[in-house]
């Protein structure tokens, strides 16, 4: 089944008021006036989600302030902590140069103590000296008046 050149033509002629007839039986007018009574009404929607969108980004902003805050805060307090690492570190200096000065008297007490027994070893042995000559002196003396007496004993005793 093939359309003609006045089927098509019939077809044009009518299709506008058969568009009508399909629009639930409203006439244009009425129609008209509901799509301009809807515009307004999605006009409307966009106005108040336009103010909505507005309110929403102010409160964005005013956590925004509200973050940046808390990170000057943030920031004070790596200061803070940043003070008392230096003042860790003077501590730890200190106790460096405390050590030092310890490592100094140590230093010095080693010397004095190699001094001092270096003196002490020279006294042992002027005392082990003395010792010997006294105990060969008192051998010596011990053996000679032993000597003496079993002479003296054998002269009296014939």
């Given at each position: 089944?093939?359309?003609?050149?006045?089927?098509?033509?019939?077809?044009?002629?009518?299709?506008?008021?058969?568009l009508?007839?399909?629009?639930?039986?409203?006439?244009?007018?009425?129609?008209?006036?509901?799509?301009?009574?809807?515009?307004?009404r999605?006009?409307?929607?966009?106005?108040?989600?336009?103010?909505?969108?507005?309110?929403?980004?102010?409160?964005?902003?005013?956590?925004?302030?509200?973050?940046?805050?808390?990170?000057?805060?943030?920031?004070?307090?790596?200061?803070?902590?940043?003070?008392?690492?230096?003042?860790?570190?003077?501590?730890?200096?200190?106790?460096?140069?405390?050590?030092?000065?310890?490592?100094?008297?140590?230093?010095?007490?080693?010397?004095?103590?190699?001094?001092?027994?270096?003196?002490?070893?020279?006294?042992?042995?002027?005392?082990?000296?003395?010792?010997?000559?006294?105990?060969?002196?008192?051998?010596?003396?011990?053996?000679?008046?032993?000597?003496?007496?079993?002479?003296l004993?054998?002269?009296?005793?014939?």
């Amino acid at each position: 089944m093939t359309l003609t050149q006045e089927d098509v033509e019939f077809i044009k002629e009518n299709m506008a008021d058969w568009l009508i007839e399909q629009s639930l039986g409203k006439p244009t007018a009425v129609y008209e006036i509901e799509l301009r009574e809807r515009m307004v009404r999605v006009e409307e929607e966009l106005k108040h989600q336009r103010e909505l969108m507005r309110e929403g980004f102010a409160q964005m902003e005013k956590r925004f302030e509200q973050i940046d805050k808390r990170f000057e805060q943030v920031d004070k307090r790596f200061e803070q902590v940043d003070k008392r690492f230096e003042q860790v570190d003077k501590r730890f200096e200190q106790m460096e140069k405390r050590f030092e000065q310890v490592d100094k008297r140590f230093e010095q007490f080693d010397k004095r103590f190699e001094s001092m027994q270096s003196t002490m070893d020279q006294r042992f042995e002027a005392m082990t000296r003395r010792i010997d000559r006294f105990m060969i002196w008192s051998f010596s003396t011990t053996v000679g008046v032993g000597g003496i007496v079993v002479g003296l004993i054998k002269f009296w005793n014939p």
